[in-house]
């Protein structure tokens, strides 16, 4: 699919990778919704790009794993510039590490990781399957084809993350909806810090584990490769190509692989005393 003049929202596009995806798009000549939680950041990346291109986004403050909220940014979307062509659910948390995650901690994972993306499908996909077009573009993570040492809810939300782009692309990718996830390993942002900030051994391990295991890229990298992607209509989306490698090991041999990952913790953790 051709950016260019078709209407997409982003969802954490308030800063990181969202937000270098809402520039890139707009830069391509799409016109985009940037929606964030956190309002004020979505209104200044909205600002930044129209400086540039102008007329080209509207920032929105919204929780993207509440379906009124989602329904609003639709709304939005088709007011200010026409139906929606493309999705980016790009909100994300971090998670908790280890069993001491509290039921909070993995509803929270639960809504933001996976719940926001089946909402989103919910609302557009029989819309899309109407009019024979639509792109919806899941960002989960690396950690959803291999796991994430430290946090079971950011590894089996993410997990659920790519499992659910898997079966929209299979259940409706003969109806004219494209469906393509992204799964990089480190990347420039907040969250990629976010467990060596927490103060918690399994959580400076789970940082340290993904900044070892391969170049962290910046945000308009990311971007980058997102929008060839899309134009490809590519499914798996792999900033770090070096993950299909690692995937196609783990495939070829589970248990070696499980034990290798015990003792890649065991050495990781032993760094952070």
């Not at 890139?24 to 200044?44: E, N, P, T």
């Not at 890229?217 to 690692?246: G, N």
């Amino acid at each position: 699919m051709r950016v260019a003049d078709k209407v997409a929202i982003v969802t954490g596009g308030g800063a990181g990778i969202g937000a270098a995806v809402a520039t890139a798009l707009a830069a391509a000549g799409a016109r985009i919704v940037v929606a964030d939680l956190d309002d004020a950041a979505a209104l200044a990346v909205s600002a930044r790009i129209n400086d540039e291109h102008p007329g080209s986004a509207v920032g929105v403050g919204a929780d993207a794993a509440d379906t009124a909220a989602i329904r609003d940014l639709i709304a939005v979307a088709e007011r200010e510039f026409g139906p929606v062509d493309l999705y980016f659910a790009n909100a994300g948390v971090s998670g908790a590490s280890g069993l001491d995650a509290t039921e909070d901690d993995w509803d929270l994972s639960l809504a933001v990781n996976l719940r926001a993306h089946v909402r989103a499908a919910q609302l557009l996909v029989p819309g899309w399957v109407e009019r024979g077009e639509g792109y919806f573009v899941s960002t989960a993570s690396a950690a959803g084809l291999l796991t994430q040492i430290g946090s079971a809810t950011y590894s089996v939300t993410k997990h659920a993350a790519v499992g659910f782009a898997e079966w929209l692309n299979i259940t409706y990718g003969d109806q004219g909806v494209r469906v393509s996830c992204l799964c990089p390993m480190g990347v420039n942002t907040k969250l990629l810090y976010a467990g060596q900030d927490s103060g918690e051994p399994l959580g400076a391990a789970a940082t340290r584990a993904v900044v070892s295991a391969g170049e962290v890229l910046e945000p308009a990298e990311v971007a980058e490769i997102v929008l060839a992607a899309v134009d490809a209509e590519q499914f798996l989306i792999l900033p770090h190509p070096q993950v299909l490698d690692m995937y196609r090991n783990k495939g070829s041999d589970y248990d070696r692989w499980l034990r290798g990952m015990r003792r890649y913790q065991s050495a990781l953790l032993a760094e952070t005393h």
